[in-house]
């Protein structure tokens, strides 16, 4: 067995020193590893776990990638699109797990005491309900038969502006666009269901139904819609790759979009996670290793005499350094246990009760999330004791320059 190792835990797992002032300075040690193991998966998991939800409130919305026209102007109105037979309904691409037909229109929501503007976003029976489902809030989704469809969702803020509930009807005017001096066209909707995705620029705006309405209303035929949106398997994985891929098959007119080009805005919002996580976890990192350098002085100092006699009885100075790295490093481990076992309880009272809310206008989600694997859990404890012990090995340096003539004040 390597001795600075079996020396250093024999002394690291036994009685630490009868001195009271450098057992609670070792307390204070273990205790501020314990916050820093804390703060970090906390850190770790509810930043990663917000910007995973967020991307993934973006994309089930409005697409992993959207289809439009390649001259479509910046107006929430559609181009038409032919549908092509190539790549729908089933897109020949490993990655796109769904594909599904959408056109939008601009219009106006008017009752007796408002009006506001919004935008009526058709979809197809290809619309993916299981994955709309978690922003459903009451109600049902609209029925697509034969006949043309007036039945829609609305978000919970569009309600609450116009007072509507399920079954409650409103009227939408919309501009005719084709044709010069041309009447409003007024159509009647039904409120089918509520939803509410905590995103104000989906739910400000959009009025979901049926894609047919779209198409009367542009004098479209059946066979044109506005554009598509993909759906991938993995909202991590390399998006800008895919969307290479599906440009490359929907053909020279046609432009695909990944959800990040969308909201540039939000994605670079979401960005500011990483930088906070990293901040947080440099400050927190900088406070431990300031407090095990103290403590593994501390044990230097205390311990000059069991150096002396070490270095008489032939160990090497680098043997002696070993044994007080390792003994610090041991020191740590109660901290890391108890650090260990207190953020993954918080972070499952989190997970299971929600009990931190915060202000969706603010963070685009109502409570703080929970992203926690065991891999998380291994590389913040690896990578604590790695730069620990890099760290501790620079103090440790002060062991060569104790004589053992000295240590033992002997001559």
Same mark, same amino acid.
């Given at each position: 067995?390597?001795?600075?190792?079996?020396? $250093?835990?024999?002394?690291?797992?036994?009685? =630490? #020193?009868?001195?009271? +002032?450098?057992?609670t300075i070792i307390r204070i040690g273990q205790f501020a590893v314990a916050i820093g193991i804390i703060? *970090? +998966?906390? =850190?770790?998991?509810t930043g990663i776990? *917000?910007?995973?939800?967020?991307?993934?409130? %973006?994309a089930d919305f409005n697409g992993h990638i959207t289809v439009r026209p390649y001259n479509s102007n910046l107006s929430f109105n559609s181009d038409s699109i032919s549908l092509p037979k190539n790549y729908y309904p089933d897109f020949p691409l490993e990655e796109v797990e769904h594909i599904q037909a959408v056109a939008s229109k601009n219009g106006i929501i008017r009752t007796a005491d408002a009006f506001d503007g919004v935008v009526l976003k058709g979809v197809d029976e290809n619309f993916d309900q299981n994955r709309f489902n978690k922003f459903l809030q009451k109600g049902d989704y609209p029925v697509f038969?034969? *006949?043309i469809s007036d039945e829609v %969702?609305? #978000?919970?803020?569009? $309600?609450?502006?116009f007072y509507l509930d399920v079954d409650s009807t409103f009227l939408m005017v919309f501009v005719n666009e084709r044709q010069t001096n041309a009447k409003p066209i007024y159509r009647k909707f039904k409120v089918a269901g509520i939803y509410a995705t905590d995103i104000a620029e989906f739910d400000d705006l959009y009025v979901i139904g049926d894609i047919r309405q779209v198409q009367r209303i542009n004098q479209w035929d059946h066979g044109e819609v506005g554009g598509f949106e993909l759906f991938v398997h993995d909202i991590e994985s390399d998006l800008d790759f895919t969307k290479e891929e599906v440009n490359s098959i929907i053909g020279y007119n046609l432009l695909a979009e990944s959800a990040t080009d969308l909201f540039r805005d939000i994605e670079d919002w979401i960005h500011i996670f990483d930088t906070n996580i990293f901040?947080?976890?440099f400050i927190m990192l900088i406070v431990v290793i300031i407090n095990m350098v103290m403590i593994l002085?501390? +044990?230097? +100092?205390e311990r000059t005499n069991s150096i002396g006699i070490l270095k008489t009885l032939g160990a090497s100075n680098l043997q002696v350094r070993k044994i007080f790295v390792n003994y610090a490093l041991f020191i740590m481990i109660p901290g890391m246990l108890a650090g260990n076992i207190i953020a993954i309880g918080l972070l499952m009272i989190q997970k299971y009760t929600g009990i931190i809310q915060l202000p969706p206008e603010n963070y685009f989600i109502k409570e703080a999330p929970v992203y926690l694997t065991l891999e998380m859990i291994i590389y913040v404890n690896l990578g604590s004791i790695l730069i620990s012990a890099l760290a501790l090995w620079l103090p440790s340096l002060l062991i060569q320059r104790i004589s053992p003539s000295k240590a033992l004040k002997i001559g």
């Open positions: 067995m390597n001795f600075s190792w079996y020396f $250093a835990k024999k002394i690291g797992f036994g009685k =630490t #020193s009868k001195n009271h +002032l450098s057992r703060v *970090a +998966l906390v =850190t770790l998991s776990g *917000a910007r995973k939800e967020i991307k993934q409130k %973006l038969g034969e *006949a %969702l609305v #978000s919970q803020n569009i $309600a609450n502006n901040i947080i976890l002085l501390i +044990l230097i +100092l």
